[in-house]
């Protein structure tokens, strides 16, 4: 597996492979890598002929309050996840060699951004959309990767991609879980062994959700109330959002059918946590 670290090295690796006849497929993370991540990579090796990761925590999808700083990084773990699961190059470049000094372009999301965790984080999707597109250029994949963890996020790049006419496919791919349930995330090694333990409300409440659709209940109301209702059994768990929104839109809607988005955003002590389920 070969390592970038410039958008040079990057495109004559993908222009060389392009010659070839070969697809190219491309897996963006922002690093420390889980299961879920290595999914998303084991997809793309089946689908492309060749796999390209990016390992980049963008500043630009973080407000100054929120965890940049803080979030985890292990490039040498990484990298031997993505060797494993057969990746042929991993990009990991600086800040700077993202973003220049005077850097003032970005893509920017509308609508679908406003809602979920827009309502909270409303610069993290134009942060997103802009790295993405950046990513989009440097890799000019035929395929690129996300996972269904983040449903508004796959909703809004497949949205972008149609909107400025990206030639990529995008391939959403199932949350991966835990052996309890659990959605694997990065942010799930901030959490002690008491709020490990408390965590595990969101997937019992996507399970709730899920049940009472499957079992015919036709208005999302009631069954964002039950599932709002366990989570706040728990002690150390507090809500940011328990909502119910159209899979392509994002906008409420009050009746279940098909492609409905359940999604949730809870705080587990300082720890922000996702999970979700579609109809």
């Known amino acids: 597996m070969i390592t970038a670290t410039t958008v040079d090295e990057v495109r004559s690796f993908v222009k060389k492979q392009k010659s070839e006849g070969k697809t190219v497929g491309l897996v963006p993370t922002m690093g420390f890598l889980h299961e879920g991540h290595a999914s998303l990579v084991k997809k793309s090796v089946e689908m492309c002929d060749v796999t390209v990761v990016s390992v980049f925590v963008n ?10 700083d803080a979030y985890p990084r292990d490039f040498k773990r990484d ?12 990009f990991h470049p600086e800040a700077s060699e993202m973003y220049a000094e005077d ?19 409303p610069i993290h999707f134009n942060g997103v959309c802009t790295v993405v597109s950046k ?22 790049i497949k949205r972008m991609v149609r909107d400025l006419n990206f030639d990529i496919e995008i391939v959403g791919c ?22 490990r333990k408390a965590a595990l409300c969101l997937s019992q409440s996507v399970a709730i959700g899920k049940k009472m659709a499957e079992e015919g209940v036709s208005d999302t109301e009631t069954i964002l109330a039950a599932m709002r ?13 328990v909502e ?25 002590g300082k720890t922000r946590l996702i999970d979700n389920f579609i109809v």
Do not use: W
Not at 261 to 268: D, Q, R, S, W
């Open 103 to 121: 850097f003032t372009t970005g893509v920017t999301m509308d609508v679908l951004s406003k809602t979920l965790c827009g309502k909270t984080r």
């Open 174 to 195: 199932p949350i991966v879980r835990e052996e309890d349930g659990l959605a694997k995330s990065s942010r799930n090694t901030y959490l002690n062994a008491d709020e």
């Open 229 to 241: 209702a366990h989570i706040e059994k728990e002690p150390l768990a507090k809500i940011d959002y």
């Open 79 to 90: 990298c031997a996840l993505l060797e494993s699961c057969g990746a042929d190059l991993v």
């Open 135 to 156: 990513l989009f250029n440097i890799v000019t994949p035929d395929k690129a990767f996300f996972g269904q963890k983040d449903a508004q996020q796959l909703a809004i």
């Open 59 to 68: 500043p630009t999808q973080f407000a100054p309050n929120e965890d940049f």
């Open 244 to 268: 119910a929104v159209d899979g392509v839109t994002m906008q409420p809607t009050e009746k279940v059918k098909d492609g409905v988005l359940f999604a949730m955003a809870v705080y587990i």
